[in-house]
């Protein structure tokens, strides 16, 4: 018998897609032509006289997260599952994201966990508000905050879990230059964030298999 499926309406601030006011792809490719003459650069080279529309196109992929919303992804869900109600986890779900302040690469991984309240969500589609997310201007604890909450308040789970590693470039490619460092965060949610020894399970489950 196939599952039950039933949708749901968000009832947050996640309803909505970000505010944008884009300027046109002219405007867009001359700022760009204007950074490469700022690096010293000859925008007239070969190499470079379609950098600005490649950019262009590029940042339109790289940040297609504000034509998105989040909640839209998890508004179908399943009540057919058997009477499960433990820890469901989504491990490892790489991402690329930007960091708002230099607007250089941050990559990482995220791992989200939810105990549910007499629903399931499709696991593909907490990858999906992962990387909805990710393809913002971000903050790795704004990023972390916004997953978690998202998940909370749209499908309304017993508490939900999230972890986030990753490296971010501006301290790689410029300033301190450390290459390697990661940064974790985490945020917990109504069941996780009242019992320490939910934390510690979602955070043993995680590791499991990771080497250490």
Not at 16 to 34: C, G, H, I, Y
Not at 99 to 120: F, N, Q, S, T, W
Not at 181 to 196: R, W
Request: aromatic share 6%.
């Amino acid at each position: 018998m196939d599952a039950v499926v039933k949708k749901i309406m968000p009832r947050s601030d996640y309803m909505d897609k970000p505010a944008t006011n884009r300027p046109s792809q002219a405007e867009v490719e001359a700022a760009v032509l204007t950074l490469l003459r700022w690096t010293g650069d000859d925008p007239e080279r070969e190499g470079l006289r379609d950098t600005p529309k490649r950019v262009a196109k590029a940042f339109l992929e790289m940040f297609n997260g504000y034509d998105m919303c989040p909640a839209e992804e998890l508004g179908r869900t399943f009540e057919e599952v058997a009477g499960y109600d433990d820890l469901v986890i989504v491990r490892d779900i790489k991402f690329h994201s930007h960091c708002e302040h230099h607007m250089v690469p941050i990559i990482g991984r995220a791992h989200v966990g939810y105990l549910p309240d007499g629903k399931v969500v499709g696991l593909s589609k907490i990858a999906r508000v992962v990387d909805i997310f990710a393809h913002r201007l971000q903050t790795q604890e704004a990023l972390t905050a916004q997953i978690a909450g998202v998940i909370q308040e749209v499908l309304n789970p017993r508490g939900v879990a999230v972890m986030v590693e990753a490296e971010h470039m501006c301290m790689a490619m410029r300033g301190i230059r450390k290459q390697g460092s990661s940064t974790l965060t985490s945020t917990f949610t109504g069941v996780f964030k009242d019992n320490p020894e939910e934390q510690i399970r979602f955070l043993t489950m995680v590791r499991a298999g990771q080497g250490g």
